[in-house]
């Protein structure tokens, strides 16, 4: 009760002070209260006709648009607790292409060896809020609701379509998850961007009045739902997909975007909690860490070690997080879609080179929330045209908003449409940067790289070497090695050194019967 009374504070000091957002929170946390009658919203009039028209919008209905085109999956029916329904896709129905899972797999395979640094971990950016989980249902019935209002005014709640298991399955390896203590228990809720000292003061002061402390302040604006998903559970689904059969190889990196809170409250034993309930002993901790000094392991030295999941906190709880979890800064630095210079350049905004070994993380972002928040404007989205330069540059962290299949497409930077093609054929680049097989006697230059200390061929260490079939006995010259690139970043570079030739063989080998 001291947390409803709390919040009908919270609201009702808003909107006394005229901040518009609560307006918007008010009007979708509780419809019925003859919030659609106030004389203005947003700060304009409203007549009877256009209240007439937001009332008939907020009703019970299917609104079909939670299956973007071209997708395949089981569609069922989720609703929200207004009585506003979407179609989506079941979680793990999802078709993903066999091409794709197959080029993806690929990638990892080559880079089972590579430390994290130097890894590419294709992400989703809030991950949990999701449409198929029951995230954002209302957001079509508000965009339209705006748009009477203002008409240049949109509403986009759900940053994702699909659930974490077909974001895994479509190859998605860093997660992110909204974590914040909700209904007395950590849930995955979409909040935490609202950050008001003095509602906050005056929420510690009605406990201080109670006698009681009170587990909610502006951090869990965004938190209403009794029905939200905890964080055990989305946990849980990442433990299914990595113990799933053909995963044994995979690894995942999470992040929780978590509340300042949690630490003040005590909740932190508890999240510590959770995670060793659901994924036990898989966790690389920063004990562990201490093996590999100022570096990172690689997938392979993690899976040695009977690990599966690193996971760092946007929050620094200090020694309470120590056993388990990482402070964010301390792993990756965080940009934007627009910041980036493609290669041969590869700097973000124009200050870090992607390729110096700092795990870099870049976030798009889709959420819109009328005239107060547009995420597109402020961080940028990801599109046909920067997502092959993030890839091609080696960005540790692409964390895309509304993932697709299709997104996911534009992430390999390996194999063509259709390939391997041949049974029993070798692998060639093409002109083009991507993969083919071909007839192995077919005389063609080797791809020649010499590796430096870290383990990785960086731009220049490639060239082409010896013409003939791909089993040649001496492909390259003395100090270089016939190779295969591991990354975006390596194939161009490959592709830059070699572009007087529209095919060099590489030594790499396909499951012909995937």
Not at 389 to 396: E, R, Y
Not at 442 to 456: F, I, K, S, V, Y
Request: aromatic content about 8%; overall charge negative.
């Amino acid at each position: 009760p001291l947390v409803m009374v709390a919040r009908g504070v919270v609201l009702l000091c808003v909107v006394s002070v005229g901040v518009g957002v609560s307006v918007s929170v008010g009007a979708v946390a509780r419809p019925t209260q003859n919030v659609l009658d106030m004389p203005t919203v947003l700060g304009v009039s409203v007549n009877e006709t256009t209240a007439a028209q937001m009332r008939a919008l907020w009703g019970r209905r299917t609104i079909p648009l939670g299956v973007p085109p071209g997708v395949k999956c089981t569609v069922t029916t989720r609703c929200s607790q207004w009585g506003n329904c979407q179609e989506v896709c079941e979680r793990g129905s999802v078709v993903v292409d066999p091409w794709l899972a197959y080029a993806l797999a690929t990638q990892r395979r080559l880079q089972a060896h590579t430390p994290l640094p130097f890894l590419t971990l294709p992400g989703t950016h809030n991950s949990g809020i999701c449409l198929a989980d029951g995230y954002g249902i209302d957001q079509d019935v508000l965009d339209r609701m705006v748009k009477l209002i203002l008409p240049d005014s949109s509403v986009r709640i759900a940053n994702q379509q699909f659930t974490i298991t077909d974001q895994l399955r479509m190859g998605i390896r860093h997660i992110e998850l909204d974590t914040h203590w909700h209904n007395n228990d950590l849930c995955i809720c979409h909040a935490g961007g609202v950050h008001l000292k003095a509602l906050n003061k005056l929420i510690e002061d009605l406990g201080k009045i109670f006698h009681h402390t009170i587990h909610w302040d502006t951090e869990t604006l965004g938190c209403f739902s009794p029905h939200e998903r905890t964080l055990r559970q989305a946990l849980g689904e990442i433990y299914d997909f990595l113990h799933a059969p053909g995963n044994e190889a995979d690894v995942v990196l999470l992040f929780l975007d978590d509340q300042p809170d949690l630490l003040t409250w005590g909740k932190v034993p508890y999240l510590l909690q959770t995670i060793k309930d659901v994924l036990g002993t898989s966790v690389f901790t920063p004990s562990d860490k201490q093996a590999f000094g100022s570096g990172w392991p690689s997938p392979h030295e993690l899976l040695a070690r009977g690990k599966r999941a690193i996971i760092a906190s946007a929050r620094d709880y200090g020694e309470a997080m120590a056993p388990l979890i990482f402070h964010r800064p301390s792993v990756w630095s965080e940009w934007h879609p627009r910041e980036i210079n493609p290669f041969p350049v590869c700097s973000l905004n124009g200050e870090m080179w992607t390729e110096e070994g700092n795990i870099t993380r870049a976030i798009g972002s889709s959420i819109v929330f009328g005239p107060f928040y547009n995420g597109p404007k402020i961080k940028g989205l990801f599109n046909s045209t920067n997502l092959p330069q993030f890839t091609g540059c080696n960005v540790n962290l692409i964390c895309n908003d509304q993932l697709t299949p299709s997104d996911v497409r534009l992430l390999v930077w390996s194999w063509g449409e259709g390939e391997p093609s041949q049974d029993g054929g070798c692998v060639a680049m093409r002109a083009d940067g991507r993969w083919e097989t071909r007839n192995c006697q077919d005389q063609l230059p080797h791809a020649c790289a010499r590796m430096d200390e870290t383990g990785g061929p960086r731009g220049g260490r490639w060239l082409s070497g010896s013409v003939g079939a791909w089993d040649h006995p001496s492909p390259c010259p003395d100090g270089f090695t016939f190779s295969v690139p591991v990354d975006g970043f390596q194939n161009n570079v490959l592709r830059a050194a070699t572009s007087d030739h529209p095919s060099v063989w590489l030594k790499e080998g396909f499951d012909a019967g995937r």
